[in-house]
Nanobody
C-alpha cells in the first residue's frame, strides 16, 4: 500500500509564499507522474501543476509564473512552491501520484489527505 502525506499549508497574507511538500511511503517499484490539485468550497477539484518522472512540468494558466512544482525522487517527494499568493488561491491542496507497485503492474493513482491553504489579510 502507498501513502501520500502532505505538509506546508497554512494561513498567509496576499502576496506571500508557501511551500507544500508531499512524501510517498510504502512498498512500490516506482512513481511516475506526480501532481498537485486543489479544491475550493463549492468548486470542483482542479489540476494546479504536474511533473513527469522525466522532469517535464505542466501548469494551470492561473498559476503560471507564480507556482513551481519540483520532485526529489530519492526522497519520493514532490514540492509546490507558491509565490505571489492571491485570495483566490485559497483551497485544500491535494497531492496525487501515479505509482507502479511492481515492474509488471500498471500505474495506479493515489491521493493525499489534503492540506489547507488560506490566503487572507
Amino acid at each position: 500500500q502507498v501513502q501520500l502525506v502532505e505538509s506546508g499549508g497554512g494561513l498567509v497574507q496576499p502576496g506571500g509564499s508557501l511551500r507544500l511538500s508531499c512524501t510517498a511511503s510504502g512498498n512500490f517499484f516506482r512513481i511516475n507522474a506526480m501532481a498537485w490539485y486543489r479544491q475550493a468550497p463549492g468548486k470542483q477539484r482542479e489540476l494546479v501543476a504536474s511533473v513527469t518522472s522525466g522532469g517535464s512540468t505542466n501548469y494551470a494558466d492561473f498559476v503560471k509564473g507564480r507556482f513551481t512544482i519540483s520532485r526529489d525522487d530519492v526522497k519520493n517527494t514532490v514540492y509546490l512552491q507558491m509565490n505571489s499568493l492571491k485570495p483566490e488561491d485559497t483551497a485544500a491542496y491535494y497531492c496525487n501520484a501515479a505509482v507502479r507497485a511492481r515492474t509488471w503492474t500498471p500505474p495506479k493513482d493515489y491521493w493525499g489527505q489534503g492540506t489547507q491553504v488560506t490566503v487572507s489579510s
